[in-house]
């Protein structure tokens, strides 16, 4: 087993594809809000959609047939199988308005109007967030399709990904999910709209009139927020989704095997890397709220495991296990349905 991963340089985050989009940097600040709030953004591989608003992506879903030939019999021609997946963006916006007169009495007057507005790009990024977890735009059209309604049974005669699907033997309704994912344009990205700017856009609408709830007028700053954003899964070999993780059985110390006294989240973990084909050509990561992530950390303390590590990346204390980075998802919530 591989105990580093390479991350690949050909996989642009969001951070890169602004540097080369925005060449006049007006956007970093809100990057680097968003990285601070939503750690797996660290992570995304990003592609721009091919297809206007969508991506359309081929994937390979069968081999061709080969053959141990005889002498004087010939081989049957044969090709793989394909299929063609299209993902489409979901538009999340919102508009912050704040009264000019307030702006202007506060004398910075823009650097307090961004402290304003900072509450309107915290909600959005964990809108975003969510979906990127729990979207189903089979229920709701207007959503993006997450990774929990594409990775939804164990059973491999209803879905082929299922293979994927680690049951944790957890029950109830206090469960959540760990999730390993490798990001690249080939395995798993998140699109944006063909010809247009990544990531979260901001726009100065400038001054305009507002109304009081007596008709009285008054001057407003406003600013227009919006992020076009979709999720294609090219390869789900890549993605490894740990289910039915439940709240009462996280333990600081694990039983010899995963029972129904208290989860083993080494074995799990173990698990989940050994269904990944293949640790180098993409950006992987573990995914975890903070309640998993604080009892993996109490685990090693007593099993005194030498996969689990800390180092510090970028001024911020990272763990890893077996080489692979975890990031903390507060969106990934107590309330999950049993994956059955």
Known sequence: MATTTKTPTTNPTMADLMDRLDPKGNLADVVEVLNETNEMLDDLA??????????????RSGLPNVTWRKLNYGV???????????????????????????????????????????????????KFQRALIYGDSSK????????????????????ENAAN??????????????????????????????NSQVGLKTTDL??????????????VLKTHFEWDVGLTVRDW???????????????????EENSATAHNLYEL??????RVPSLTGARFAFYCNRDVETYLRLQRANSKNVFLTQDEVGGRIVTKFDGIPFRRVDALEWAEAQVK
């Not at 990003?46 to 359309?56: P, Q, S, Y």
């Not at 944790?168 to 959540?176: E, V």
Request: include cysteine.
């Open 46 to 59: 990003w592609v721009e959609c091919n297809n206007k608003f969508a991506h359309k992506t081929t994937v």
């Open 76 to 126: 049957k021609p044969s090709k793989s199988q394909t299929k063609q997946i299209t993902d489409s963006c979901g538009m999340l916006e919102a508009l912050a308005t704040v009264d000019k007169k307030l702006a202007e009495l506060n004398g910075l007057k823009e650097s307090w109007r961004s402290s304003e507005e900072r509450p309107f790009v915290e909600a959005m990024n964990q």
């Open 140 to 159: 709701d059209p207007e959503q993006i399709m997450g990774l929990a309604p594409r990775f939804s049974t164990v059973s491999k005669t209803k879905a």
């Open 165 to 194: 699907v680690i049951d944790a033997l957890g029950t109830g309704s206090d469960l959540t999910s760990i999730w390993l994912v490798g990001w690249s344009p080939t395995t798993a990205h998140c699109i944006y709209p063909e």
């Open 206 to 219: 400038g001054e305009e009139p507002a109304y009081d709830e007596d008709g009285g007028e008054y001057r």
């Open 237 to 255: 070999r890549y993605i490894v989704r740990i289910a039915n993780i439940k709240k009462s059985l996280l333990k600081p110390v694990p039983p």
């Open 269 to 274: 973990l173990v698990k989940a890397i050994a």
